[in-house]
Structure formats: structure tokens, C-alpha cells
């Protein structure tokens, strides 16, 4: 029978790693070098070579990159049967199979953002602290880096030291305990439980690993200490574990991502064969030229070359704009340059280093009448019409979700009240049982009025009719729940919370459709484990704005990445220390290999930043890729390089009678303190004040915003 593996278009380092069969290898794979090619090319080779579709399983990132990996194994394999999945979504699945040596049950929910929020409020309102040294979020990311360590409550109890650690471990334990009662994980749970049942349950484990006997893990740079031992786990009895990856785009740091699992993969597995993809078929050699000057500047790395495919094409621009406004219609200008030559807008877009960023580019596009869309997908589901119907879905099936339950009896009045829901919470407590189950013996709760419970006891029969009819497809079950319930009437006047409901019934319709047997529970654990890259439509027809997070994956043929300035790319927080650096550079490394044809960089000579005007300075990484100042790329008309003190100085000798602040002028302001006036530019509605702060810092402020306090000479 004859090879699907197209032999011919493959270079021979992607050979070497399609045909490396059993034992450990490492494929360094640089930008844009056929990656995915060769991951499903590796795929069709085992199945050729004899091992079967079901014991192989291969792990990405993404929901979209997994299901592009499935496409694609499947123009190989028709008949299916390779494990294709994320991390979380294999954990599920895992944890639902094993749900009893997991201590969970399997109809578990999978809390979201907003409802780990709500639980983490009530644990540190029940450990009785000061919100104000624990707020929600700040404890969410705290215990979120312990579980990324497989540290669990009671470990970090035995070690915390302090004030802080020790209050931090109660609410620890009070958050797992309360999602323990609404029979409920969050996302960090999925791996944590996972790696502690490959641990300690050796059975599991010798059966996971007698399924998965060819472990294949793609970004291997962006997984954590959790992950690292799920795989390692599952691996460790056959040793038939690849790792597809590059430390040049490890860039999840912040969220636990450990940079040193591929650094030391081959510490960790001491045969493996390692494999460099080195040939880019992506980008331009003038776009590779600039990312391997910038990325050579970092320590932690494997040296690898970018070699170009392509021809040579249009050189890396730099545009130095007077603000953000400015370089928002710049962009809009080029964009719009682009699209009238003929070029397909789906292939433009514009990468920023914070959402907050979207604004300046949104409203310039608006008036240049551009189709754009924000590539910031996990909103829709956080819009509250949609947690509105959801919450109905969720409760239905996992009875123990309070959170979904309070959320669904509270959508619309029902005639039941704070009190009465308090009351049928404390008769729940003292009973052991979830709120669904009080609410159906609602009429013990004789603390509450006859009427409220009658109408409590009717909701709860509602939802107890759609449990019993939860199987097959989810779209009509949806749209009859939407309905029933009442949320039809309720929102029925709001036009745009209905196009939402629509779109969510859309997005159900298309999961049916997909799916070989759709079911409630497997539709909201999709749903649940979305992310903002799920979001990217390739067909919009638009100019896609997005976070150069959200970009990783993505390629397009004109990028711009915006925003080059000490403080937003490298990103304030870098100052922290070396290793915050190298990963902010790894980002802007990631943007610019996205590109294709042309890359397009901005930088803004100033910024209004949390409503303060401040000059902004160059960041170092325009340096690094060659960039010898503003009269190198733009002719400003302001003299020398970045001669800032001369056009202050021209501005003032100008100053009218009557400005608000003299030079000298001692002033005080909320957030930096006591300062003199150095000089005040008298642009009318956008006058400027620049200050030198006790603190010895210099502030270029916008008088309209600055809000300062004048203490006379």
C-alpha cells in the first residue's frame, strides 16, 4: 500500500523527526516551519509503521490548533481514532473515567473566571480577613501558582510563615472545600488532580500508559510543572514521548509556564534524539533577518538560525508617531492603503501588548469605516445573558453546582427573595444537601413564607424536568430551556442580548452538528475551556486586532505591532529582573515572526496613560533590531534625535499670560507626590506640565488630567 506521507515536499530534518519511532525526541521547531505538517505526518507514519489510531495521543494548546491537527490526521487517517486534544480537555476526560480514585464525581462543573471569583469572595469572607490584603484576584493568581507546583492545601499549610502565608492557607482550604460542595474543579484543578492520580494510583497510570503508548506534545515551552508530570507520567513506563517546541516562544510565564521543561527535556530523558526545524516557509528573509537579531539577545535559549525560503521582500518599517491617536490613524491609513491595492483584509492585523490598546485603533478604524474584529473570545461568554442561560444548563448537569443554581433562580424575579434564598441555603447546610435538592423539599423551610416556597419548588421542578431530558442534541434542549424559564420574555425587548442568545444557540447548533453524540456535559466543558485564540474567524472578512498573546499560532501576510515603548513592550513589569525581559522579548519575537509579507512597527512619542499624558522613550528592542533613533527612520522636524527639551523649550518661550502653573511652581499630586514645574506647554486644551517629583522623577503630565494641587513658589 502506498505512503500518504508526501515525500517529496518534506526537507530531510522533517523527515528525521516523522520517521524517529520508538524512545524520546525533541523536535526544536522554529516559526513557521512546518510544525503541524510534521506532528500529523509523524502521526500517519505510526499508524503506517503498524501501531494503531488508539494508542497514539497528541496534545496541543489550543482548541483551534487541536482541531486543525484533526483535520489534517484525518485527510491521513480517515477512520479516526487518534486522541487529539488539549491538556485541559484530556484531563477531563481522564478525570471522568477515573472520577472515584480522583475523589470527584464525573458530572464535575468546571468553574470559570467569574465563578472562581465568586467562591474565592465567599472563602475569604467566611476565614474573616481584610479584603483589602486579600482581595479575590490577588488570591486566585496566589493559589493558582501553588497548584501549577502540585502544592496542595495541606502542604503549604505545614510551610506557610508569616501573616500573609498563614491566612493565605486558610482560604486556600475553605476555596477547595467550597468547590468541593458544588461538586466543581477550576481549570488549574484539571491538572492538578490529573497529576496527583498518575501519582499515586500506579494502576491508572499502567493503564493510561498501556492506552497512550505514543505520547506526542506540541508547545512543549508553555507547559508547567503540572503538566510536565502528566506527560512525564504517562511516558515514563514506554519512553515513546515527542516534544515538539521552540524556547524562543515560551511566553506563558505568567501563568506558570516553565521555560526549563525543553531546556532540560534531555537531562529528563537521556537518549533522546533531538531534531532541529530550522527552515522558515513563512516570513520574508528581511522580517527573519530582524527576529534573529532581536531573539539572540537572550540566555535562555537552544541556538537555532532562521534560514528563509521566501524571496527577499519589503524591509521592516519603523514609524515614529507624535501619540497614540496618531499612530492608531496610521495604522488605519496603511490598513486602508492595503485593502484598496486588492489585499484580502483577513490577512491584516494589527498586535498590541495589553487589550486596553484596542481603543485608540478601534475608533480610528471607525472613522476610516474599516472592517475590523477584537480577537478577544472568552468575553462572550462572560456577558451576562449568556452566563444567564448557561447557568440553567450547568446546574442541570451537575446538581451540586450552587453557584450555577443562586445564578439561574436570580436571572428574572421570581417573587424569591435575598432572605428567603439565605434561609433555604442555611436549611440546605444543615441537612447536607446541594440548593437543587432543598429547593424540591422547599416546603420543610418553614422559615420561609408558603407562597416563595410553592414558587421555590416550582423553579426546581423546572429543572428537574430538563435533567430528565438531557440527552442528544443541544441546541433544541437550549432553546426550549431559554423559553421555559422565562429569559425569552425577559430579554425579548434587548436587541442586542438577543443576537447574543442567537449566536450562543449558533454556537450549539454547530457543536451538534460536529459532534458524533452531542451531549449537555461535553458541550459546556468545550465552552468552558475556551480561550481568547478560539475566538480568531480566518473568514470574517476583517483586520484582526488582537494581544500578542492571543497571536500566538496565527500568521498573517501584513502585520503591525504597535505600542515599541519602555513600559508597554518590554511591558513595566519586566523591570522585575532578567527573566521578565527575555520572556517580553520572546513576545515581541512572536509577533513579528507571525508576519509573512510585511511587518510594521510603531513606537508613540507620547501616551496618555491611566489618564496621565507622559512621554514615552523608544523600547530597547527597536534597538536590538537595528534602530538608531527618530532621525534614522523619520524626519520629525524636531532637530536632533528625540530633542524633546528643545521643542519644550520653544513652547515655552511662547507661554501665554495666565497659565495655569509658573515654572518653579511647587505642586502636589495624588500618586507621585511634592514636585516643582520645570516647564509648561501651552497647547491650549492639551497644555502639558512637566514636573520633577522629590522622588527624582520627571512626569510630562496633560494639565486637564493631572489634577494637581498648587502650593504657590
Known sequence: MASVIPM???????KEAIFHKDGPLLVLAGPGSGKTRVITCRIAALIESGVRPYHICAITFTNKAAEEMRNRVAVFVPAGGVHISTFHSLCVSILRRYGEA???????????????QRCMKEAIKDCQVNVTNFTPARMLDFISRLKNDLECPREFEARAAGFFEKNAARIYAKYQQILKQNNALDFDDLLVRTAFLLRDFPAVREELSARFRYLLVDEYQDTNHAQYQIAKGIALAHRNICVTGDPDQSIYRWRGADIENILVFE?????????????????????????????????????????????????????????????????????????????????????????????????????????????????????????????????????QDDVAFLR????????????????????????????????????????????????????????????????GDVSPLMERVFDASGL?????????????????????????????????????????????SDAYNAEAGRVSLMTLHAAKGLEFDHVFII???????????????????????????????????????????????????????????????????????????????????????????????????????????????????????????????????????????????????????
Open 8 to 14: 517529496e515536499t518534506l526537507t530531510e530534518s522533517q
Open 102 to 116: 480522583a475523589q470527584i464525581q464525573s458530572n464535575f462543573s468546571i468553574f470559570d473566571v467569574k465563578d472562581q
Open 267 to 399: 537531562k529528563d530523558w537521556p537518549q533522546a534524539k533531538v531534531v532541529k526545524l530550522e527552515e522558515n516557509f513563512r516570513s520574508t528573509p528581511n522580517i527573519l533577518e530582524k527576529a534573529d537579531q532581536l531573539i539572540a539577545q537572550n540566555m535562555k535559549r537552544k541556538a537555532k538560525k532562521l534560514i528563509p525560503t521566501k524571496e527577499k521582500g519589503l524591509d521592516v518599517c519603523i514609524e515614529i508617531c507624535e501619540d497614540e491617536s496618531a499612530e492608531a490613524h496610521w495604522v488605519a491609513e496603511q490598513a486602508e492603503a492595503l485593502i484598496d491595492e486588492g489585499k484580502d483584509s483577513n490577512q491584516i492585523a494589527v498586535f498590541y501588548r495589553v487589550n486596553s490598546m484596542s481603543r485608540a485603533i478601534e475608533e480610528a478604524f471607525v472613522q476610516h469605516q474599516l472592517p475590523y474584529q477584537v480577537v478577544r473570545g472568552v468575553e462572550f461568554y462572560a456577558r451576562k445573558e449568556i452566563r444567564d442561560l448557561l447557568s440553567y444548563l450547568k446546574v442541570m448537569v451537575n446538581s
Open 408 to 471: 439561574a433562580i436570580g436571572t428574572h424575579p421570581r417573587g424569591i427573595g435575598k432572605t428567603s434564598l439565605e434561609r433555604l441555603e442555611q436549611f440546605a447546610r444543615i441537612h447536607g444537601l446541594s440548593l437543587l435538592e432543598a429547593a424540591l423539599r422547599a416546603e420543610q423551610v418553614e422559615t420561609v413564607n408558603r407562597p416563595t416556597r410553592g414558587r421555590i419548588v416550582e423553579f426546581a421542578k423546572m429543572v428537574q424536568q430538563f435533567r430528565d431530558d438531557m440527552e
Open 488 to 532: 425569552a420574555k425577559v430579554l425579548g425587548a434587548d436587541a442586542d442580548a438577543m443576537d447574543n442568545i442567537s449566536e450562543l444557540f449558533n454556537s450549539a447548533a454547530e457543536y451538534d452538528q460536529r459532534s458524533e453524540e452531542p451531549n449537555l456535559m461535553d458541550y459546556l466543558q468545550m465552552i468552558a475551556l475556551y480561550s481568547d
Open 563 to 713: 505600542g515599541l515603548e519602555d513600559g508597554l513592550l518590554p511591558h513595566e513589569r519586566s523591570s522585575i529582573g532578567a527573566d521578565d525581559l527575555e520572556e517580553e522579548r520572546r513576545l515581541f519575537f512572536v509577533g513579528m515572526t507571525r508576519a509573512r509579507q510585511t511587518l510594521k512597527i510603531g513606537y508613540a512619542r507620547h501616551r496618555v496613560i491611566r489618564g496621565q499624558f507622559i512621554r514615552s522613550t523608544p523600547s530597547q528592542f527597536l534597538y536590538e533590531i537595528g534602530f538608531e533613533g527618530e532621525s534614522d527612520a523619520f524626519d520629525s522636524g524636531w532637530g536632533e534625535p528625540n530633542d524633546f527639551d528643545n521643542f519644550a523649550s520653544s513652547l515655552v518661550s511662547k507661554k501665554k499670560p495666565g497659565q495655569l502653573y509658573a515654572v518653579n511652581e511647587l505642586v502636589e499630586h495624588s500618586k507621585f507626590g511634592l514636585g516643582r514645574v520645570k516647564e509648561y506647554l501651552d497647547l491650549g486644551e492639551d497644555s502639558i506640565v512637566v514636573i520633577r517629583f522629590n522622588s527624582g522623577k520627571t512626569k510630562s503630565l496633560m494639565v486637564k488630567y493631572a489634577k494637581l494641587n498648587s502650593l504657590g513658589g
